[in-house]
């Protein structure tokens, strides 16, 4: 059975079977449980200028309480900062951060995958909307 991933068909950047399951650098003892499972995320450099400026397209394959891995097809510098957010399986966004690149490392194909340090996270703002109907029965009593 061949891994969805090893096909880029579907994503031209998607990464690849190689990428997804090797290990990223760390110092042997993790203090965070990691949870796998990749989502698109849209990254870009913090703080922008404009809301178009060099947003980014990639992949997070796991997420701990205190960070997150991600494949990219750029570079980013170690000390960076970004504003990543991650997308729900229906598109809308399920979390809004500000990290910290902690390390990168080159994978295969031109593609990064980049560790990074949780700083901030923003709450999705929910928004009521109310329905012409509700605002019929509130008004009149119908």
């Known amino acids: 059975m061949s891994s969805p991933l090893s096909s880029s068909a579907a994503l031209p950047n ?3 079977a190689s990428e997804v399951e090797g290990d990223e650098p760390h110092s042997g003892i993790r203090l ?3 949870r796998d499972g990749l989502r698109q995320v849209d990254y870009s450099a913090f703080p922008r200028m404009s809301i178009d400026s060099d947003k980014q397209l990639g992949l997070m394959l796991n997420e701990s309480n205190s960070g997150l891995c991600l494949i990219t097809c750029t570079d ?3 000390g960076s900062l970004l504003r990543v957010m991650v997308r729900s399986l229906h598109g809308h966004v399920s979390r809004d951060v500000v ?3 902690v390390w990168s490392k080159e994978a295969t194909a031109g ?3 980049l560790g990074l340090a949780l700083l901030r996270e923003t709450q999705p703002r929910m ?3 109310r329905y012409e109907a509700d605002q019929r029965t509130r008004t009149t009593g119908e």
């Open 32 to 34: 965070q449980t990691r």
């Open 127 to 129: 928004v009521r909307v």
């Open 99 to 101: 990290a910290r690149v």
């Open 14 to 16: 998607a990464p690849l």
């Open 76 to 78: 980013e510098r170690v």
């Open 111 to 113: 593609r990064y995958r």
